[in-house]
């Protein structure tokens, strides 16, 4: 609350008066600076003047919408994370975020670029509780769990351990499943290699016994030729000498 023509003017009546009204009257103006500076916890970069319509519209909304608004002191003091740097800021749209940011402020900041998400979860001790998985929360209450009191706050450093150790076991038994299924595809290259040998082997026995068979039949052929023309020649043999006989009865 602050005085205003020696009254008392509470923000959600500075919400309900025309911006052109606040924005050329200068202890107006004063007033919504300071409320903007209470309410967000710093006054937007930029030209504040060029923009104040833009900006009181958006102060004044929740206001007159009647929602309970969180000052920018209850959004520190209900900060739920812990910077390794106390003295660590630095711009993020507009604006400079510190350890005197809300929790929300470091989320967006954290989870807007997926590429920077893990280098920036490395800026805390402790992580705002809308960024940290399932997975971190649950490791984080784990640690909680064990850790004494003076301990807690430094809960980063454990769970990423966690984390790592996780992932390197996951690597490892990816890679010995890779390992595996390599000897896998080797062993069943080899069983394939032998059985295609064995098939060359017994198609060249099979070709050798074919070749021995034909060898064996033109073999057999031959001699069958020559019983034929042997016998052929001893039958001429004897009729040539039963001829002669012939003749010798003849003239004796």
Known sequence: MTLY???????????????????????????????????????????????????FTNWAKPYKEGKRVET??????????????QDYKTFYKGEVLSKNSSS????????????FTDMRKKLFKRLPSTVSTDEEKAIENEILGILEDEKKEDLTPLVD?????????????EAE????????AAKAEAEK???????????????????????????DDKKKTTDKS??????????TGD??????????
Not at 76 to 83: E, F, G, K, S, V
Not at 177 to 184: D, G, L, M, P, T
Not at 196 to 202: D, I, S, V
């Open 72 to 85: 920018n002191k209850t959004r520190i003091m209900n900060a739920d994370y812990i910077l390794k740097d």
């Open 177 to 184: 499943k890779a390992e595996a299924e390599k000897a896998e």
């Open 5 to 55: 023509k020696n009254k008392v003017m509470t923000k959600e009546e500075l919400a309900i008066k025309q911006g052109s009204e606040v924005r050329h009257n200068q202890v107006l103006f004063d007033l919504f600076q300071q409320f903007i500076l209470e309410d967000w916890g710093s006054i937007p970069a930029g030209c504040f003047g060029c923009d104040f319509n833009k900006h």
């Open 230 to 239: 042997k016998s052929k020649t001893e039958t001429v043999t004897k009729e």
């Open 243 to 252: 001829a002669v006989d012939d003749n010798d009865d003849l003239l004796g």
């Open 104 to 115: 929300e402020e470091w989320a967006k900041f954290i989870t807007e670029n997926k590429d």
């Open 193 to 219: 290699a032998e059985a295609e040998k064995a098939e060359a082997a017994k198609a060249e026995a099979a070709k050798a016994e074919a070749a021995k068979t034909s060898e064996t039949n033109k073999s």
């Open 161 to 173: 351990a966690k984390l790592e150790a996780e992932k390197a076991e996951a690597e490892k038994a």
